[in-house]
């Protein structure tokens, strides 16, 4: 017998027992639906946890802490597999001020190298990277540290900060003498960049960022206005490292984290926090993927009745057929057919109806949360569902591999049919 | 030309444990030949449906063989007899055992699409087959729309349709008024004359077993003294 026979013989019986068909698919439909929709809120809130994890910070960077960072050190890590560039800045320690046209900022600066910061990611809104050492590239946030301190203001308003453009300005650097009666030496730093601001709307970046090179005749420019350090105490240092090693690929984060670690640095990146999440959640999902497996477990009773019902009610049909010359394997196969007809087809609509479910739990739950809480129209940023196509994958196999089971017995009892018997059965 | 050869059975009835035997058929042995109506007769319990289901292949036998042109039967297993039926053998009811939810046509069909024949030859068969026995006109009808002598026409059409050398009939008349018994029974004697197929026909009825070239009389799982008679 054909496949396409096959088919055209199942579908046949199924249409006149259309009935009670339906309410085996509708039971598996319902098993299915409801296995997808609960594991689909697990993906959900894995999804948004992780999302709010990865977007407060640049997935590929891992942050490097070290008593002793030195540019040596830094370069050997350029030199390890996966690594794209490593970032090494030295955050000023002492007070410095920047001054533009009377305006004046405390300074928040850092000196650092342009050429590893731009293959890291680092990105202009204006402007282009510094090519000698009195060109600097200031943080999106930097013109409101700008404030006129002369300026007369009432009692509980700001001062006016710097409204023009900053591009092209040069801004004049001092530090704050440490010395009392001393006068800093003082740099003309010209602005040649503005960096993007961060994507965060609460982020905010004042930076100055000043290139390597300037950092020697500075830090003499600051000793002189220094006092000289007594006897026994140790000096603050004129600099703080702070070193990034960007990796190329997010897969390969793990493994520059693990090497970093393994050569006795201290090391953060979001991997570290990314595989505990995972970690929880894979038992999550794995736990609500059982919990909807029980419900579809109970709809395969369903199959597995309708399934008997159906072989028992065709027994003469059987016996006819086996008498006719059909083998016990076409007659296994034609009611296993059935049985999984059921399991596909109940598959296909609960897959459809589980994104309408998902679509309208996304839609109407945020709105009635945020309601119950009394917040107007915050945006939660909650994901409640998200069926992604491994979860209907599983879902899947689950159904179908159960309709399938519930199917076998059936069909074997049918494939046991006695000839004789079944020809003098009467229906 | 079927041979058999020793044929023995029994069933085993009552409860589990205590199950006693019943002999059915107790040492058989004889042949059909190619082209011939064989008739097999013999009184309820006589034991005739029981050999007509191993020579059918319905049925392992506890002892003997049955050999078909010198194939045997009883060497094979379920799904060798199957497929070994489908190739050789028509089967005639006494039921009809039409499939209640195929027409006419589709019933007639059946055995083709279980072979596996290309839809359109089947369809052209059966199509031929309807027109010469003179169904066309019932094609489309469902079996419960059809008479008895109508329902046995399409089984007989069906037992056909594969063209086997040999048809089993089981009480082929059996559900059918006299008249009607009249109009199956030329029929198969005309398509045993015409196209040479070997009938076995299982029957109580003197009547039908007179159409035979050859009939056997079963009493008690044997065969009758004198039971065999030739037709010339």
């Known amino acids: ?427 | 030309m079927i041979e058999v050869k020793g044929l023995a059975h029994s069933f085993r009835v009552g409860k589990k444990g205590k199950e006693t035997e019943v002999p059915v058929l107790k040492g058989l042995t004889l042949q059909a030949a190619d082209g011939e109506i064989v008739s097999i007769v013999g009184r309820s319990g006589s034991g005739k449906s029981t050999l007509l289901h191993i020579l059918a292949g319905f049925l392992q036998p506890d002892r003997g063989q049955v050999l078909v042109d010198g194939t045997d039967l009883t060497a094979m297993n379920e799904a060798q007899r199957a497929a070994y039926r489908l190739d050789h053998f028509g089967f005639v009811f006494q039921n009809f055992q039409l499939m209640p939810g195929l027409t006419a046509f589709e019933n007639v069909e059946l055995p083709l699409t279980l072979k596996g024949v290309p839809a359109t030859e089947r369809r052209r068969k059966v199509e031929e087959l309807l027109e010469s026995t003179g169904l066309s006109d019932i094609r489309s009808h469902y079996p419960n729309e059809l008479s008895g002598g109508q329902q046995q026409r399409v089984g007989i059409a069906r037992a056909l349709i594969t063209e086997p050398p040999i048809i089993f009939a089981d009480e082929p008349t059996g559900s059918l008024d006299s008249e009607t018994e009249q109009d199956i029974l030329l029929l198969i004697q005309s398509l045993n004359r015409t196209y040479g197929i070997t009938f076995v026909i299982i029957t109580h009825d003197d009547e039908v077993a007179a159409i035979a070239d050859r009939t056997y009389r079963m009493h008690d799982g044997e065969l009758a003294e004198g039971g065999l008679r030739h037709v010339i």
Do not use: C
């Open chain 1, 1 to 427: 017998m054909s496949f396409k026979d096959q088919i055209a013989f199942v579908r046949q019986h199924i249409r006149r027992n259309r009935l009670r068909v339906f309410m085996t698919v509708l039971a598996a439909t319902m098993g299915t639906a409801f296995l997808i929709v609960l594991a689909s809120v697990g993906f959900g809130l894995h999804k948004t946890i992780k999302d709010e994890v990865l977007s407060n910070q640049m997935i590929t960077q891992v942050e490097v802490y070290s008593e002793e960072l030195t540019d040596a050190k830094t370069d050997a890590m350029k030199e390890m597999d996966h690594v794209k560039s490593v970032v090494h800045r030295k955050q000023l320690s002492p007070t410095a001020f920047a001054e533009l046209d009377g305006y004046t900022a405390g300074l928040n600066a850092y000196f650092t190298d342009f050429s590893e910061e731009e293959t890291s990611g680092f990105k202009l809104a204006e402007g282009r990277f510094p090519e000698n050492p009195g060109e600097i590239v200031v943080g999106s946030g930097f013109a409101e540290q700008l404030s006129d301190e002369k300026a007369t203001v009432k009692e509980g308003e700001e001062l006016p900060t710097y409204k023009e453009a900053l591009l092209g300005k040069t801004v004049t650097f001092r530090f704050d003498p440490l010395e009392e009666g001393a006068v800093s030496e003082e740099w003309p730093l010209k602005i040649v960049g503005i960096k993007e601001a961060p994507g965060k709307d609460w982020a905010f970046d004042g930076y100055l960022y000043m290139d390597n090179r300037l950092m020697p005749e500075m830090e003499k420019g600051f000793a002189a206005v220094s006092p000289e350090p007594e006897e026994g105490v140790e000096a603050e240092p004129f600099t703080y490292p702070q070193v990034n090693v960007y990796v190329d690929k997010l897969e390969n984060v793990k493994g520059v984290t693990t090497a970093l670690k393994d050569d006795g640095y201290s090391v953060y990146s979001v991997s570290e926090e990314i595989e505990q999440l995972d970690v929880f959640f894979l038992a999550l999902k794995a736990g609500l993927v059982f919990v909807g497996t029980i419900a579809i477990l109970i709809a395969s009773i369903g199959i597995f009745n309708t399934m008997t019902m159906a072989v028992t009610e065709r027994t003469r049909e059987i016996g006819v057929m086996k008498a006719l010359g059909a083998g016990p394997k076409l007659i296994q196969r034609l009611f296993l057919m059935e049985s999984a007809w059921i399991g596909i087809v109940g598959t296909a609509i609960a897959v459809v109806i589980s994104y309408g479910v998902s679509f309208a739990a996304n839609a109407v739950l945020p709105v009635i949360v945020t309601a119950a809480l009394g917040e107007d129209g915050a945006d939660l940023g909650v994901t409640f569902s998200v069926i992604p196509w491994q979860l209907v994958l599983i879902a899947s196999a689950i159904s179908l591999g159960v309709a399938m089971i519930s199917g076998w017995r059936p069909a074997r009892k049918a494939t046991k049919t006695d000839v004789i018997g079944a020809l003098r059965h009467e229906l």
